[in-house]
Protein backbone atom coordinates (compact mmCIF):
# COMPACT_ATOMS: atom_id res chain seq x y z
CA UNK A 1 0.00 0.00 0.00
CA UNK A 2 1.04 3.43 -0.05
CA UNK A 3 1.36 3.76 3.73
CA UNK A 4 1.88 1.88 6.38
CA UNK A 5 -1.27 0.60 7.65
CA UNK A 6 -2.31 -0.56 11.41
CA UNK A 7 -5.31 -2.62 12.72
CA UNK A 8 -7.58 -2.60 14.40
CA UNK A 9 -8.07 1.22 14.64
CA UNK A 10 -9.46 0.97 17.71
CA UNK A 11 -9.60 -1.94 20.31
CA UNK A 12 -11.37 -2.66 23.77
CA UNK A 13 -10.59 -5.29 25.90
CA UNK A 14 -10.95 -6.27 29.42
CA UNK A 15 -8.56 -6.66 31.80
CA UNK A 16 -6.76 -9.71 31.47
CA UNK A 17 -6.94 -10.02 27.71
CA UNK A 18 -4.81 -11.33 25.32
CA UNK A 19 -4.40 -8.70 22.15
CA UNK A 20 -2.68 -8.52 18.79
CA UNK A 21 -1.96 -5.58 16.89
CA UNK A 22 -1.13 -5.27 13.38
CA UNK A 23 0.99 -3.38 11.08
CA UNK A 24 1.91 -3.46 7.72
CA UNK A 25 5.27 -1.29 6.46
CA UNK A 26 5.58 0.71 3.35
CA UNK A 27 6.57 -1.83 0.42
CA UNK A 28 10.29 -2.23 0.91
CA UNK A 29 11.01 -0.55 4.14
CA UNK A 30 13.27 -2.57 6.15
CA UNK A 31 13.19 -0.85 9.16
CA UNK A 32 10.29 -1.20 11.55
CA UNK A 33 9.52 0.36 15.12
CA UNK A 34 6.89 0.52 17.49
CA UNK A 35 5.79 2.91 19.79
CA UNK A 36 3.38 3.62 22.39
CA UNK A 37 2.16 6.64 22.96
CA UNK A 38 0.10 7.81 26.57
CA UNK A 39 -1.97 10.59 27.35
CA UNK A 40 0.46 13.35 28.22
CA UNK A 41 3.69 11.02 27.80
CA UNK A 42 4.96 11.39 24.22
CA UNK A 43 6.14 8.55 22.86
CA UNK A 44 7.84 5.46 24.11
CA UNK A 45 9.87 2.95 22.00
CA UNK A 46 9.16 -0.54 22.47
CA UNK A 47 10.68 -2.50 19.80
CA UNK A 48 12.40 -1.64 16.51
CA UNK A 49 13.18 -3.96 13.90
CA UNK A 50 15.87 -4.07 10.65
CA UNK A 51 16.34 -6.64 8.21
CA UNK A 52 17.36 -10.31 9.49
CA UNK A 53 19.03 -8.61 12.27
CA UNK A 54 18.04 -9.52 15.48
CA UNK A 55 15.13 -7.00 16.96
CA UNK A 56 16.23 -4.48 19.48
CA UNK A 57 13.67 -4.90 22.15
CA UNK A 58 14.75 -2.56 25.01
CA UNK A 59 11.93 -0.52 24.88
CA UNK A 60 9.41 -3.33 25.58
CA UNK A 61 7.72 -2.53 29.02
CA UNK A 62 7.45 -5.90 30.42
CA UNK A 63 7.37 -10.21 29.64
CA UNK A 64 3.57 -9.43 28.81
CA UNK A 65 4.97 -7.66 25.67
CA UNK A 66 5.91 -9.51 22.27
CA UNK A 67 6.53 -8.67 18.65
CA UNK A 68 7.14 -10.43 15.81
CA UNK A 69 8.05 -9.78 12.20
CA UNK A 70 7.12 -12.25 9.67
CA UNK A 71 9.29 -12.61 6.29
CA UNK A 72 10.90 -9.37 6.79
CA UNK A 73 7.13 -7.38 6.31
CA UNK A 74 4.02 -7.47 8.83
CA UNK A 75 4.79 -6.74 12.25
CA UNK A 76 2.32 -8.10 15.52
CA UNK A 77 2.39 -6.28 18.80
CA UNK A 78 1.20 -8.97 21.34
CA UNK A 79 0.01 -7.85 24.83
CA UNK A 80 -0.46 -10.80 27.11
CA UNK A 81 -3.10 -10.40 30.21
CA UNK A 82 -3.65 -6.65 28.91
CA UNK A 83 -3.63 -4.12 32.29
CA UNK A 84 -5.31 -0.61 32.30
CA UNK A 85 -1.98 1.21 32.08
CA UNK A 86 -1.12 -0.29 28.93
CA UNK A 87 -4.39 1.84 27.82
CA UNK A 88 -2.65 3.80 24.59
CA UNK A 89 -2.31 4.23 20.67
CA UNK A 90 0.28 1.88 19.94
CA UNK A 91 2.12 3.59 17.14
CA UNK A 92 3.79 1.87 14.23
CA UNK A 93 6.88 3.07 11.74
CA UNK A 94 8.75 2.20 9.18
CA UNK A 95 12.01 2.95 7.24
CA UNK A 96 13.52 2.70 3.72
CA UNK A 97 17.06 0.34 3.65
CA UNK A 98 20.31 2.19 3.08
CA UNK A 99 18.85 5.86 4.23
CA UNK A 100 20.77 8.11 6.53
CA UNK A 101 17.84 10.64 6.67
CA UNK A 102 16.50 9.28 9.57
CA UNK A 103 12.63 9.65 8.53
CA UNK A 104 10.05 7.70 9.82
CA UNK A 105 6.80 7.01 8.04
CA UNK A 106 3.82 6.43 10.32
CA UNK A 107 0.90 4.61 10.22
CA UNK A 108 -1.93 6.15 12.22
CA UNK A 109 -1.91 3.77 15.50
CA UNK A 110 -4.35 1.49 16.81
CA UNK A 111 -5.93 2.72 20.27
CA UNK A 112 -6.18 0.25 22.82
CA UNK A 113 -8.49 0.94 25.39
CA UNK A 114 -8.23 -1.95 28.39
CA UNK A 115 -11.52 -2.00 30.98
CA UNK B 1 21.03 8.46 27.09
CA UNK B 2 19.26 11.07 25.47
CA UNK B 3 16.86 13.17 26.21
CA UNK B 4 14.44 15.71 24.81
CA UNK B 5 12.53 18.18 26.56
CA UNK B 6 9.47 20.75 25.27
CA UNK B 7 8.59 22.82 28.07
CA UNK B 8 5.62 23.95 26.29
CA UNK B 9 2.67 21.43 26.97
CA UNK B 10 0.17 23.51 24.86
CA UNK B 11 0.71 26.85 22.92
CA UNK B 12 -1.81 28.96 21.17
CA UNK B 13 -1.38 31.77 17.94
CA UNK B 14 -3.76 33.53 16.11
CA UNK B 15 -4.24 32.51 12.17
CA UNK B 16 -1.54 34.38 9.83
CA UNK B 17 0.74 35.02 12.92
CA UNK B 18 4.07 33.64 14.16
CA UNK B 19 4.41 31.08 17.28
CA UNK B 20 7.80 29.48 18.02
CA UNK B 21 7.83 26.00 19.79
CA UNK B 22 10.63 25.23 22.19
CA UNK B 23 12.69 22.08 22.31
CA UNK B 24 16.32 21.47 24.10
CA UNK B 25 18.00 17.85 24.20
CA UNK B 26 20.43 16.90 26.05
CA UNK B 27 23.39 14.09 23.98
CA UNK B 28 26.97 12.90 24.51
CA UNK B 29 26.71 12.94 20.80
CA UNK B 30 28.66 15.22 18.44
CA UNK B 31 26.99 14.47 15.44
CA UNK B 32 22.86 13.73 15.04
CA UNK B 33 20.02 14.62 13.44
CA UNK B 34 17.24 16.28 15.17
CA UNK B 35 13.33 16.48 13.67
CA UNK B 36 10.36 17.83 14.10
CA UNK B 37 6.99 15.91 13.78
CA UNK B 38 3.30 17.21 13.81
CA UNK B 39 0.54 14.86 14.75
CA UNK B 40 -2.73 16.30 13.75
CA UNK B 41 -6.20 14.50 15.26
CA UNK B 42 -5.73 11.96 12.52
CA UNK B 43 -3.24 10.38 14.93
CA UNK B 44 -0.56 9.99 11.90
CA UNK B 45 2.58 11.55 12.93
CA UNK B 46 4.01 13.04 9.75
CA UNK B 47 7.73 14.59 9.52
CA UNK B 48 7.89 18.50 9.31
CA UNK B 49 11.52 19.47 9.47
CA UNK B 50 15.09 17.70 10.29
CA UNK B 51 17.90 19.36 11.14
CA UNK B 52 21.78 17.61 10.71
CA UNK B 53 24.09 18.78 13.51
CA UNK B 54 26.84 19.19 11.45
CA UNK B 55 25.11 21.71 9.59
CA UNK B 56 25.30 24.87 10.54
CA UNK B 57 22.12 26.54 8.39
CA UNK B 58 19.13 26.55 10.07
CA UNK B 59 16.59 24.11 8.03
CA UNK B 60 14.05 25.71 6.22
CA UNK B 61 10.80 23.97 4.51
CA UNK B 62 8.17 26.70 3.86
CA UNK B 63 6.78 28.18 6.40
CA UNK B 64 8.84 26.49 8.93
CA UNK B 65 12.14 26.97 10.07
CA UNK B 66 14.40 25.89 12.90
CA UNK B 67 16.68 28.05 14.84
CA UNK B 68 19.48 25.26 15.53
CA UNK B 69 21.65 26.61 18.73
CA UNK B 70 23.94 23.02 18.39
CA UNK B 71 26.52 24.78 21.81
CA UNK B 72 23.07 25.19 24.17
CA UNK B 73 21.43 22.18 22.72
CA UNK B 74 18.20 23.82 21.83
CA UNK B 75 16.26 22.93 18.32
CA UNK B 76 13.26 25.54 18.63
CA UNK B 77 10.52 25.80 15.62
CA UNK B 78 9.34 28.74 14.10
CA UNK B 79 5.93 28.26 12.01
CA UNK B 80 5.46 31.67 10.08
CA UNK B 81 1.72 32.61 8.87
CA UNK B 82 0.02 30.30 10.74
CA UNK B 83 -2.69 28.29 9.25
CA UNK B 84 -5.84 26.54 10.71
CA UNK B 85 -4.47 23.35 9.43
CA UNK B 86 -1.53 23.70 11.64
CA UNK B 87 -3.26 22.90 14.88
CA UNK B 88 -1.83 20.06 16.16
CA UNK B 89 0.67 18.03 18.32
CA UNK B 90 3.99 19.22 17.67
CA UNK B 91 7.12 16.36 18.62
CA UNK B 92 10.73 17.30 18.73
CA UNK B 93 12.79 14.50 18.06
CA UNK B 94 16.81 13.17 18.28
CA UNK B 95 18.25 10.41 16.34
CA UNK B 96 21.68 8.98 16.44
CA UNK B 97 23.13 8.70 12.72
CA UNK B 98 23.11 5.27 11.15
CA UNK B 99 26.80 4.97 11.68
CA UNK B 100 27.31 5.85 15.27
CA UNK B 101 26.60 2.12 16.49
CA UNK B 102 24.10 1.10 19.67
CA UNK B 103 20.60 1.96 19.03
CA UNK B 104 20.33 3.26 15.13
CA UNK B 105 17.51 4.85 14.65
CA UNK B 106 15.92 5.09 17.65
CA UNK B 107 13.93 8.64 17.61
CA UNK B 108 13.64 9.87 21.16
CA UNK B 109 10.81 12.06 21.44
CA UNK B 110 9.49 14.70 23.58
CA UNK B 111 6.45 14.90 25.24
CA UNK B 112 4.90 17.35 22.74
CA UNK B 113 3.52 21.02 22.61
CA UNK B 114 -0.70 21.14 22.14
CA UNK B 115 -0.72 23.90 19.30
CA UNK B 116 -3.88 25.53 18.21
CA UNK B 117 -4.44 27.91 15.96
CA UNK B 118 -7.50 30.43 16.44
CA UNK B 119 -9.30 31.93 13.27
Known amino acids: GAGVSQSPSNKVTEKGKDVELRCDPI?????LYWYRQSLGQGLEFLIY????????KSGLPSDRFSAERTGGSVSTLTIQRTQQEDSAVYLC?????????????FGEGSRLTVL | AQTVTQSQPEMSVQEAETVTLSCTYD???????LFWYKQPPSRQMILVIR??????QNATENRFSVNFQKAAKSFSLKISDSQLGDTAMYFC????????????????FGKGTLLTVNP
Open chain 2, 93 to 108: AFMKPWNSGGSNYKLT
Open chain 1, 27 to 31: SGHTA
Open chain 1, 93 to 105: ASSPPGTTTGELF
Open chain 2, 51 to 56: QEAYKQ
Open chain 1, 49 to 56: FQGNSAPD
Open chain 2, 27 to 33: TSENNYY
